[in-house]
């Protein structure tokens, strides 16, 4: 357990029931900055953060010493710098958060501060007379993220919900009233999403394609009335099923690798054959992307098209390609022939000019000529 006090930092262990005391020691720049800490605040990472009172912001780091087990303990300051301005805006730090999205910031005497760990620089939020949706106090004591996500900042000068994709600050000058207006905020805001979602549903289910998504593990969550009709399942039967069951043997592994890509956050093009509700063959093109919730990839979303009969018409038109093929080969074979009997057809009529006709070899090339017509 950690403690703030006006007389330095204190650790306290439960198991040997003592305080280990943390006071700046002068020329040891990773000790903290300050006897008095008036913040502490453990971010999702496990790192603790210290705000003091007049010295800046401190970060503890835990560093092993090699083939020991004894961590020592430094302290990165972060103060503020009056020839830097993406330094920390004032060295009195009242409060440390971090937002649902795990960025951090920083309560001081001057305004708000968001910390970009990257960088090691601050973004700074002070009150601006020509800014309706500035701060209207720079001294800001506490800030509060509630479980719905809402930013809460507290200044010496009224409660405040600050909109940190727009950098707004939403100031509350009575509770109930601006509750009110809160609550019909959420309500309005609510509508518009219930009427968004239907329009999208309304979209999907009337969609011309198949539309399907599954889970991490590739199991059906959802598939549209098309998917429905050109298969001949109900999403009833197949709800948290494998889809592996549906797939042509020959392409399993194929699909199986490609929903392994989409996972990794690779959208895919590919075309599969499937199973019917009656084992029918049925060929589709699928265009396949991964489902990303708070930049995790939580499954798939498939749009398919049936394209059985575009592939039935491929085949014939290949089938009737070849045999057109073979026409004009068997075309030029019998030009090819015609040229040779009309040399033997010309040779056969100067030969009966030179014969009598009563003669036996006459009559023999007779036969010969008319069979070669």
Not at 104 to 116: H, K, P, R
Not at 139 to 157: A, D, E, K, P, Q
Not at 354 to 363: A, G, Q, S
Request: proline share 3%; glycine share 6%; charged share 25%.
């Amino acid at each position: 357990m950690w403690f703030g006090t006006p007389d330095g930092l204190n650790k306290f262990n439960p198991e040997t029931d003592q305080f280990t005391n943390y006071v700046p020691v002068p020329d040891d720049p990773t000790s903290i900055s300050d006897d008095r800490v008036q913040s502490i605040f453990q971010d999702s990472s496990g790192t603790l953060w210290f705000g003091t009172y007049q010295n800046g912001l401190n970060k503890l780091i835990l560093s092993k010493k090699e083939g020991s087990n004894y961590k020592k303990e430094n302290f990165v300051i972060y103060k503020h710098d009056p020839n830097n301005r993406n330094s920390l805006s004032n060295n009195r730090v009242w409060a440390v958060l971090e937002d649902q999205h795990r960025q951090l910031w920083v309560a001081t005497s001057n305004g708000i501060n968001y910390f970009d760990p990257k960088t090691g620089q601050f973004i700074h939020y002070y009150y601006d007379p020509d800014n309706p949706y500035s701060l209207s106090n720079n001294l800001v004591r506490s800030l509060y993220m509630s479980h719905s996500g809402i930013f809460w900042v507290g200044t010496t000068n009224g409660l405040y919900c600050f909109n940190t994709k727009t950098g707004a600050f939403t100031y509350f000058l009575h509770v109930r009233y601006r509750a009110k207006i809160l609550e019909n905020s959420v309500n309005e805001r609510t509508k518009e999403l219930q009427s968004s979602e239907e329009k999208y549903r309304t979209m999907i289910e009337h969609s011309n394609d198949m539309i399907w998504t599954l889970d991490e593990k590739g199991s059906f969550l959802y598939f549209n009335k098309e998917s429905e009709e050109i298969t001949g399942y109900k999403l009833e039967d197949w709800y948290g099923k494998s889809f592996a069951p549906l797939i042509l043997g020959e392409d399993s592994k194929m699909v199986e690798n490609i929903f392994v890509k989409t996972m990794e956050g690779r959208p895919q093009h590919y075309e599969l054959s499937i199973y019917d509700h009656k084992r029918n063959l049925l060929n589709l093109s699928v265009n396949t992307a991964p489902i990303l919730k708070e930049g995790k990839v939580i499954g798939t979303v498939s749009f398919g098209r049936d394209i059985t009969e575009k592939k039935k018409m491929e085949e014939e038109l290949f089938k009737a390609s070849k045999l057109e093929s073979i026409g004009i080969l068997a075309g030029g074979i019998a030009h090819d022939f015609n040229n040779i009997l009309a040399g033997i057809i010309g040779n056969i009529s100067m030969t009966k000019l030179r014969l009598n006709p009563e003669d036996k070899i006459f009559r023999a090339l007779i036969k010969i000529e008319e069979a070669s017509l």
